[in-house]
């Protein structure tokens, strides 16, 4: 095999200029596509490689005869399948473990001949990797001769041409492969290459085409829309994409696509002949369907079941019916009428006036009750309703209304029946089969948009009632005060695992937590719960300081095998007698991969006390290293702990929400601290943030001191 030119030259440091193709790398969006771009590559096979060693793809290596000594590269090492200096171990024994045994000999002799004459080193080899690949592999090097002449080193250059030799072959069997037909036409317009799709597509087998002429072989090609085609992508060198009908034997529709190439003209193409009888019965569906998109767009964004009820009926009058009616069926099991719409606005008092009455007065025998117990569609007259309708206010205006017809559907959701919309059609629009089934997926799809509103309803209400559990009262220890917010977000259930805590340990410490655990669902927040409880009752009964609370607790953890992550920052409040005359106080505080703690001093100026990353998260390794840190404060400090909710934004990184944050204490410094935490949240997150939000704030303030007091 001949070497690319040059690669002695990138092998010293050189970069010989290639010319680039700009689409070299652009993915081909269709078989016909994939099939030009395809020839493309076999065509400028070495200029690809020679870009791909310009762009970084070559290892270089260095070996020393006399000691044995073998130095590669990074990208060498990756090349051979070595993860790094600790999986090589810079010997020849480590590059013949992954030559391929069959090449094994002939490269041994061919590299001592090399270093015998101090002379040229240029071979091409197979690898295996570790997980069994082969792959072919280039080297080139030259020997540099000791003062004796000899080779003192052997230093060179080496590069991947797996894909070199692979490309001769790839485009031929991906013609085999594809499930399209393609054939090739020579400059007379003979077929030089027909794959096995075409021989079945054209009823004929390659070696009655090859060779023959494509209009005596298909009569039917000339004087048409295929020859001209065919013509015109020759003449003009760009290619041509058409459909057509080819008439007996193979009475079909095709789509082609052909494009002129050095020897002629290729072709792909696809019989399409049920694809175009599904496209004209589409267009019969197409302005059913865009009603359901839609319905479906519209109860897709709600999870109120008020609103989801109220939408359903305006959306579907009049485009699938005159009036309708939307039953519901409660937590009692009772069904009730809850929505309805009529496409004349003076009729839609008639139609509310009957809603109210109309299951009240409605026998078991009814259709429409049937078709809600049964969980069945019932198409039925008007009069058949009438007739089981005892008299009364609904007999009276449904008379009134006057539908010919009505289609009672079942609002499915999850295996049961959760209500029933009901379709009134007036005198001359009785419904087709294609509107039942089409009102049918309305109905389906309300169904589910109801209960998804009815679930998310018990959630919200579950975490709500989770929310107030956590939201205890912070104590009020002598010397600060202490604040504390929980804003859940936006756009979730109200249900997460942000939490904040603030208590006093039994020797009188007070101790401020943040935490938050991954994940934002009832899962999250019911492991905040635990660990919550965890670290305070590990906290109140050892008076442990934070680094071995966080501790104790990411042991609780692995030995409940709670499977949880999450962060948390421990801070707890100390006083000596000395510092409590002096009014300072120490604050020991330790982090578990949370955010670092913010500290206003009482001059306005802002502290942050330590970088971005604490120590490891919890949950991941119980026995990991955790550090503790202590800095002493002055009354009229004040300390906050915060969940990332406060600071990250979609549309910005955490640098600039620690900006903010940062710029906002110094301004609101001089607030009460209730006040400051309010503001906090309304000019950062604006009451609506994307991720939950917990806060817990201290404010330092002198004791008064007795008179005896030491």
């Known amino acids: 095999m001949d070497s690319p030119p040059d690669r002695a030259t990138a092998a010293e440091g050189g970069r010989p200029e290639v010319e680039t193709c700009p689409d070299a790398d652009v993915e081909p969006t269709s078989l016909a596509e994939q099939l030009v771009a395809l020839q493309k590559r076999y065509e400028n096979e070495r200029l690809r490689w020679e870009l791909a060693k310009d762009a970084g793809e070559v290892g270089t290596f260095d070996w020393e005869p006399a000691t044995g000594t073998l130095l590669w590269d990074e990208q060498l090492q990756r090349m051979f399948g070595y993860s790094g200096p600790d999986s090589f ?37 197979r690898i295996v990797l570790p997980g069994g690949e082969t792959r072919w592999i280039h080297a080139r090097g030259r020997c540099l001769p000791g003062a004796d002449g000899r080779t003192e080193r052997l230093i060179g250059a080496a590069y991947d041409t797996t894909g070199e030799r692979e ?152 485009a699938l019916a005159d009036f309708c009616v939307v039953t519901v069926i409660g937590a009692d099991g009772a069904p009730r009428d809850v929505g309805s719409w ?30 809600l117990h049964s969980g069945e569609a019932a198409t039925f007259t008007g009069n058949a309703v009438l007739e089981v309708l005892p008299p009364g206010p609904a007999r009276d205006l449904l008379t009134v209304l006057a539908p010919s017809s009505e289609v009672a559907l079942p609002l499915r959701a999850r295996g049961r029946t959760v209500g029933l919309l009901t379709l009134f059609y007036a005198e001359g629009h009785a419904p087709t089969d294609e509107d039942v089934a089409i009102a049918q997926d309305v109905a ?80 999250a927040a019911a492991a905040m719960g635990q660990l919550r409880s965890l670290l305070r009752g590990i906290a109140t009964y050892s008076n442990a300081g934070p680094v071995e609370v966080l501790r104790g607790l990411d042991s609780s953890m692995s030995t409940l095998q709670l499977g949880t992550l999450a962060t948390a920052a421990v801070a707890r409040f100390e006083q000596t007698p000395a510092e409590r005359r002096r009014g300072l106080t120490r604050m020991r505080w330790a982090n578990a991969g949370h955010l670092p703690p913010m500290v206003v001093h009482r001059d306005g100026t802002v502290a942050e006390l330590a970088p971005w990353v604490g120590d490891l998260m919890l949950g991941v390794d119980a026995a990991a290293l955790r550090r503790e840190s202590v800095v002493v404060l002055d009354h009229g400090s004040t300390v906050l702990l915060y969940t990332d909710g406060l600071v990250e934004r979609r549309d910005s990184d955490l640098d600039a929400g620690m900006a903010r944050l940062r710029q906002a204490l110094v301004e609101l410094v001089g607030l009460p601290l209730d006040d400051l935490l309010d503001e906090l949240i309304e000019r950062l997150v604006q009451g609506r943030p994307d991720d939950d939000v917990a806060l817990v704030a201290v404010r330092l303030h002198r004791q008064d001191l007795d008179d005896d007091q030491p």
């Open 167 to 318: 490309a001769a072959t790839r485009v031929t069997r991906v013609l085999e492969a594809m499930p399209a037909g393609f054939y090739s036409l020579d400059r007379e317009w003979r077929f030089s290459h027909v794959n096995a799709e075409a021989e079945r597509l054209l009823g004929h087998g390659r070696d009655e085409l090859l060779g023959e002429v494509l209009w005596d072989a298909f009569p039917a090609t000339v004087a048409g829309v295929f020859e001209s085609s065919y013509r015109e992508a020759v003449s003009s060198g760009e290619p041509v994409s058409f459909d057509a009908y080819y008439p007996a034997p193979l009475d079909g529709w095709y789509e082609l696509r052909a494009w002129p190439t050095p020897d002629g003209l290729s072709v792909y193409f696809l019989e399409v002949t049920e694809r175009r009888a599904a496209e004209e019965r589409a267009e019969r569906w197409a302005r059913q369907l865009a009603t359901l998109a839609q319905v479906s767009a519209e109860l897709a964004g709600t999870l109120d079941t008020q609103v989801a009820t109220a939408r359903l009926p305006r959306l579907v009058v009049p």
């Open 342 to 371: 009529h496409v004349d606005p003076s009729a839609r008092p008639l139609l509310e006036r009957y809603r109210e009455v109309r299951l009240d007065a409605m026998p078991m025998t009814a259709p429409v009750a049937r078709a």
């Open 444 to 523: 389906d799809r309300a169904g589910l948009a109801w209960d998804n509103a009815r679930l998310f309803s018990a959630q919200q209400q579950l975490a709500e009632g989770l929310q107030r559990s956590l939201l205890t009262d912070p104590p009020e220890p002598e010397h600060a005060e202490i604040a504390v917010r929980y804003l859940p977000a936006a756009e979730a259930a109200r249900v997460g695992g942000d939490w904040y805590d603030a208590f006093l340990q039994q020797n009188g410490n007070t101790m401020l937590v943040i935490g938050d655990v991954v994940g934002h669902d009832t899962e």
């Open 89 to 125: 171990d810079e010997s020849l024994a480590a590059f013949n473990a992954r030559v391929h045994p069959d090449d094994m000999g002939w490269h041994a002799d061919a590299l001592q001949a090399s270093t015998d004459t101090c002379g040229e080193y240029d071979v091409e080899y």
